[in-house]
C-alpha cells in the first residue's frame, strides 16, 4: 500500500529526494513519517507531517537539512534531503498511522512501505 523510491547513491553535499506513493486507500488524514535504519542499528525516526500537514516534525540530526511534505491530491509524502552527509546513509522507510498525529516510536506505525536505499559517499 505504501511504494518508497528516489533512493540511490549520492556524494557528500548532495541531495535526493524520497517519494511514498499510496495505493489501495487514501492516507489524507493520517499520520505520515519517514524512517531510517542503518546496518546494526535500530530504525529510527527521520520527520513525519501530521495528517492535516500543518504539523511537521524532524530528527534533529536531520534538522535544517531535510523537509517533509505531502500532496494528498496524489496520495504521496516527499522527503527532500539536502547536504547529504555519510551519517545518512541507511534503508529508508516510509509508514502511514491510523491516527493523524506523529509519533517518533516505529511501533505506533500501522503501515508501511518497502524501503530504499539511501547511500552517502565522503
Known amino acids: 500500500q505504501l511504494q518508497a523510491s528516489g533512493g540511490g547513491l549520492v556524494q557528500a553535499g548532495g541531495s535526493l529526494r524520497l517519494s511514498c506513493a499510496a495505493s489501495?486507500?487514501?492516507?489524507?488524514?493520517?499520520?505520515m513519517g519517514w524512517f531510517r535504519q542503518a546496518p546494526g542499528k535500530e530504525r529510527e525516526f527521520v520527520a513525519g507531517?501530521?495528517?492535516?500537514?500543518?504539523?511537521?516534525y524532524y530528527a534533529d540530526s536531520v534538522k535544517g537539512r531535510f523537509t517533509i511534505s505531502r500532496d494528498n491530491a496524489k496520495n504521496t509524502v516527499f522527503l527532500q534531503m539536502n547536504s547529504l552527509e555519510p551519517e545518512d546513509t541507511a534503508v529508508y522507510y516510509c509508514?502511514?498511522?491510523?491516527?493523524?498525529?506523529?509519533?517518533?516510536?516505529?511501533?505506533?506505525?500501522?503501515?508501511w512501505g518497502q524501503g530504499t536505499q539511501v547511500t552517502v559517499s565522503s
Open positions: 507531517i501530521s495528517g492535516s500537514g500543518s504539523g511537521k
Open positions: 509508514a502511514a498511522r491510523r491516527y493523524a498525529t506523529v509519533v517518533v516510536t516505529p511501533r505506533s506505525y500501522d503501515y
Open positions: 489501495g486507500r487514501t492516507f489524507g488524514s493520517n499520520a
